[in-house]
Nanobody
Framework: QVQLVESGGGEVQPGGSLRLSCVVS????????MAWYRQFPGKEREFVAR???????AYDYSVKGRFSIDRDNDRNTLILEMERLTPGDTAIYYC????????WGQGTRVIVSS
């Protein structure tokens, strides 16, 4: 059973920070690279950041230097630390494996607005 439960979203002002979490089923978490994706209104989901099982990371150019992805292997939890948020980061954020499987969680909404 695939479990992907995102949390931590909310509304912040530009320049603010948020920490997103995603609890993942153990088999999925320990078997695959994991990633954060986001979906802007009316758009397809897009890649944000990836954390491989060996700890290597990769970021979309739009978030590099502002976002940080991490894995809590004891809790099968994927983390996304987001700093210096801008209105352009407003989206629903999802986690999934990389490459993504067919099942998605409910996502967590991030709103950056003054």
């Amino acid at each position: 059973q695939v479990q992907l439960v995102e949390s931590g979203g909310g509304e912040v002002q530009p320049g603010g920070s948020l920490r997103l979490s995603c609890v993942v089923s153990e088999t999925l978490f320990k078997s695959f690279s994991m990633a954060w994706y986001r979906q802007f209104p009316g758009k397809e989901r897009e890649f944000v950041a990836r954390s491989s099982r060996d700890g290597t990371t990769a970021y979309d150019y739009s978030v590099k230097g502002r976002f940080s992805i991490d894995r809590d292997n004891d809790r099968n939890t994927l983390i996304l630390e987001m700093e210096r948020l801008t209105p352009g980061d407003t989206a629903i954020y999802y986690c999934n494996s990389k490459p993504a499987g067919d099942m998605w969680g409910q996502g967590t909404r991030v709103i950056v607005s003054s």
